[in-house]
C-alpha cells in the first residue's frame, strides 16, 4: 500500500521515519553477522577463542579458563534464587 504524504513538513518527517527504519535494519545485520562469528569461532577454536574475546572485550589476557570446583560452588551458593532459575531453565532450553 502507498502512503499518501501530504506537505513537505509531513514529507521530510517520512523521509527520516524511512531512514530510521533503514539504520535500524542496517544495525540489526551487522549485529547478527558479529554475533554469528563470535558463536562460529567459539565453536571452532573452543577455549582459544574465549581467551581471545575476553582480551578483546575485557582487555584482561587469561592464561586458562578453567575455574575451581570451589569457587564455583560457593559462588552458585551465594547467587540469588531467581537469578539460579533462570540459569538452571536457560540450561535446560540449552541443552
Not at 504524504?5 to 535494519?25: D, H, P, T, Y
Request: proline share 1%; net charge positive; glycine share 2%.
Amino acid at each position: 500500500m502507498v502512503k499518501v504524504v501530504r506537505g513537505i513538513r509531513e514529507a521530510k518527517e517520512e523521509i527520516l521515519n524511512i531512514r530510521k527504519r533503514q539504520l535500524e535494519s542496517s544495525n540489526e545485520q551487522t549485529f547478527v553477522t558479529t554475533v554469528t562469528k563470535i558463536i562460529n569461532n567459539v565453536k571452532d577454536l573452543g577455549d582459544q577463542a574465549l581467551i581471545n574475546y575476553t582480551k578483546d572485550f575485557d582487555n584482561i589476557t587469561l592464561k586458562n579458563i578453567l575455574i575451581p570446583q570451589k569457587v564455583l560452588k560457593d559462588n552458585w551458593d551465594n547467587l540469588d534464587e531467581n537469578l539460579k532459575n533462570s540459569l538452571m531453565l536457560a540450561s535446560k532450553r540449552i541443552r
